[in-house]
Structure formats: structure tokens, C-alpha cells
């Protein structure tokens, strides 16, 4: 027994900010941005805060899954971080929502969601009579240096959220890191301790090195997706959605080449909210849950890639 997924949630700021809107403060123009990424726009907290949209998330969550609050044993939160170092995000969600469940933050980067169902599951594998939110919220806004053109335009923010209880949904989840500072990076900010404070640091703004994470997002799809549907049994073809981490048209369109099966299997909706890090995958299975796409044995792979690096991936089969 593992789990199955019982409702779903999405959270988006209302401020759309477009190529064009870029344009006009970063020398870069909408042609660049959607050949190279296939991103148009981007949701950006202006006035709502990181546990606004979380919220919204979860609350949409529960109600999709027709439970309160007060029945979560367990909040999961991957997040980079939210409003406050501490009190975690997690524990603000559970303040906010009436919930009295542990809760805590996990930091997988955009791999965060599918890390986060992994750990859900070894609670189920516990005790199956358990109800847990696994809700995933970034906002790359304030994490990405807007005088950088060759990082600002990639991201934006979102929350997503599913809620989780026992049952046999998962048929097979792999989590994979290798740690590596140099690919992508956000340093902390400098502190002022009299003894550190002139040292020199980087600024607190997301690092990239853009063509070594494209050649390791392409390759870690190829063989997370190969493995997890080996371990549950299927063919790649049996697969009837591949959501893949949002974060550029280009990564997926190599993957799919690279595995020899059609783009149209993956689910792609980077154009309109850039790379919302964790939240990117749980946006998309809240969509289509919600427009009616999954039935009764619908097959969906997960896969996710980012900082750390990290890779997660996992077949499921919707009940
Ligand atoms: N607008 C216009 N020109 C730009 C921009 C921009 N926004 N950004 C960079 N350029 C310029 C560069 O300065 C460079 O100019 P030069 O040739 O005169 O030096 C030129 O465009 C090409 O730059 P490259 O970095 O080589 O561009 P590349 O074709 O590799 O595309 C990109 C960059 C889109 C970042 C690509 O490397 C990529 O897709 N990498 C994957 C990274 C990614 O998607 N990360 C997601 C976040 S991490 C995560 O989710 C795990």
C-alpha cells in the first residue's frame, strides 16, 4: 500500500508580467525568450505573499478532496524557502488553514514535489489511515537578480498542492542527487557579523550555468523516466501524461528526441508561468485533474530535475 491522490490545488499571484514587460527594463526581446525557452509570461507575488498563494493552494487542495484541515496528519512543504526563515512555511500553512498536524519544509529545489511524495509515502508505509498535504510553493521573484537577463527571464511564482491518502497509487518513485554548487547555486545573504561582514560573497541571487543544467535536465528525464517505468512494469508508451518539470520547452523537446517518443506525451505549460520551481509540476496535474483528463487507471509520470542537483520521478496511476 502507498497512497492515492485525493485532491488537487493551485496558487497564482494575479501580476502577469510578459516578455514584452521584460523588455522594456532588460536588454532581451520576446523572439530570444520563446525560442529559446518557450516561455511568454509569468506570475509575480506583487501584493500577495509567499504564504498567500501557498494558502490559496492548499485550500483549493482540500476542498477538491473534500476533507478540513483539522483531518491532515501531515503537512509537507518543499519549498526554497517562504516569507520567514523560521517559523517554516509549512508551520504558517498549518497556523493559517486550523490544522494541528506536524508540518515541516523540505528543500529539493524544483525537484521538491516528487521528493516530498516520496517521503509522504514512507509515512503510509507506517500507517496507511493517514491523511497528508504535500503542498509546494516557490517564489523565484525574490530569489533571481533582475539585472540579470540570462536568469530573469526563466521563472516566475506558483503553489501546488495534492493531498494524499492510503491506497495504491504509486507504482514506482525514484529520487536521485548528486551535489554540485557550480551548476546553480543562491547563496545565502551576507549577515553582519563585525568579523565577516567586508568579506567578499556573492550577492543572494540564483546562479546558472544555463548549458550544463539543460545537458544534465536532459539526461536525468531519460533515465528517471526509463527506470521508474521499469520499476512499475510498463513501457514509456504505456504512459498515458509525462509531467516534466516547467522549466523550458527546449529541455523537453531533447528528452523526447532522445527517448524516440513523441513531444505530445510530455504536458508542457511553461508559456504561460515560466519555471515555478517545485510548484511547476503540481500546477500542471491540478489543471488536468480538474479538467476531467485522469479516469480510473489513467498511467502519469512525474519527472523533476534542479538545484542541488537533484532528480525525482514516479509512475502513478490515478484511482
Ligand atoms: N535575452 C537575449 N539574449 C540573451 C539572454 C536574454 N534573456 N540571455 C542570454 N542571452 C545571450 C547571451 O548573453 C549570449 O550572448 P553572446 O553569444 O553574445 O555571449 C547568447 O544569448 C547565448 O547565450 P547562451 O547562454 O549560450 O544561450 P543558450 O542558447 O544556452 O540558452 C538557456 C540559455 C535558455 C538558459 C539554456 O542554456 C537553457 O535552457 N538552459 C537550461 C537552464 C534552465 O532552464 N534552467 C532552469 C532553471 S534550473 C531548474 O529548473 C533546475
Redesign the pocket.
Known sequence: MSFTIIGTGAGLPKTIQTNQD?AQF????ND??VT??GIEARHICVTESILDIALEASVNALENAKIKAQELDLIICPTLGGDTVTPSLACLIQDQLGATCPSFDLNA???GFVYGLDVADAYFSRNNDMKILVIAVDAMSKLIDWQD???????GDGAGAAVLAGGNSLKAIQLTAVGNQHA?SIPWPKGNHPLTKNRSKPEPY?L?D??E??R??VAAICNDLRAVTKAAGIELADVDYIIP?Q??L??IEGAAKRLKIPLDKFVMRVNGCG?T?AA?IPLVLDELNRNGQFKSGTRIALTA???G?TTGACVIEWA
Request: overall charge positive.
Open positions: 521584460l532588460l536588454d532581451t526581446s530570444w525568450i529559446r525557452t529545489a524544483c525537484s537577463r540570462a536568469t530573469a527571464v526563466l521563472f546553480l540564483l546558472m544555463g548549458p543544467v539543460y544534465f535536465a518539470h522549466a523550458n527546449r529541455i519555471n520551481s511547476s530535475f534542479g538545484g542537483l
